[in-house]
Every structure is written in structure tokens, then in C-alpha cells.
């Protein structure tokens, strides 16, 4: 059964920082992509951040290139998304999400979601 689940999240102040874990099971990470997306009330779900199977590249979108960093344990099946110097703009409910092989800037190319952990960014 392929499983994943996000924790992490949080209240954060503006130029805090915060790391979220995707915990994968019934797969191994060495096949498939992952992705973080993001969803703020009243917008539509956004790519933040992936990497592709093995680690064979990363990308991140332009609004968080410098403050996240995306990588993976994979001894524990997980994978971390790291937010640093978090801007109130930043601040939607997390996913993370499965496909095979390599990583796609389209929500509707994933097969497996987690259940999401919110991040607020507020003073």
C-alpha cells in the first residue's frame, strides 16, 4: 500500500525556518520523483520543490530558490524540504507527492498525495 505522510509544519515568524518530512512506504524513493506542492486559501495548488528518482536532479521554483532545499534519506525512505528565511507569502497548506521516475511541473502527473501539514508564516 503506497503511503506518505507529511509532517513538519507549523507557526513560524517571518525569517524563521522550518523542515518538513515526506515519509514514503509501500515504494522505494529509487524509482520514483518527488515533489513538495503548496495550496494557500483560495489558490490553486503550486510545484515548490522536487527531486527525481535516485537523485538524479532537483528543481525548485523561483520564488524559493535560495531559502528551500530539497533532499532525501533514503535508508528511511524520506524525503526533507527545508524553508529557511520563510516569508509570509509562503504560508499554504504542504504536500507531498509520488510519480514515477522523474519530476513534472504538473499537479495532475502524480499518482500518490500525502495529507498535507500547514505552514504559517506570521509575526
Known amino acids: 500500500q503506497v503511503q506518505l505522510v507529511e509532517s513538519g509544519g507549523g507557526l513560524v515568524q517571518p525569517g524563521g525556518s522550518l523542515r518538513l518530512s515526506c515519509v514514503a512506504s509501500g515504494f522505494s524513493l529509487d524509482y520514483y520523483a518527488i515533489g513538495w506542492f503548496r495550496q494557500a486559501p483560495g489558490e490553486e495548488r503550486e510545484g515548490v520543490s522536487c527531486?527525481?528518482?535516485?537523485?538524479?536532479?532537483?528543481s525548485y521554483r523561483d520564488s524559493v530558490k535560495g531559502r528551500f532545499t530539497i533532499s532525501k534519506d533514503r535508508a528511511k525512505n524520506t524525503v526533507f524540504l527545508q524553508m529557511d528565511r520563510l516569508e509570509p507569502e509562503d504560508t499554504a497548506v504542504y504536500y507531498c507527492?509520488?510519480?514515477?521516475?522523474?519530476?513534472?511541473?504538473?499537479?495532475?502527473?502524480?499518482?500518490?498525495w500525502g495529507q498535507g501539514t500547514q505552514v504559517t508564516v506570521s509575526s
Open positions: 527531486v527525481s528518482k535516485n537523485d538524479e536532479s532537483k
Open positions: 507527492a509520488a510519480k514515477m521516475g522523474y519530476c513534472s511541473e504538473y499537479v495532475s502527473y502524480f499518482d500518490y
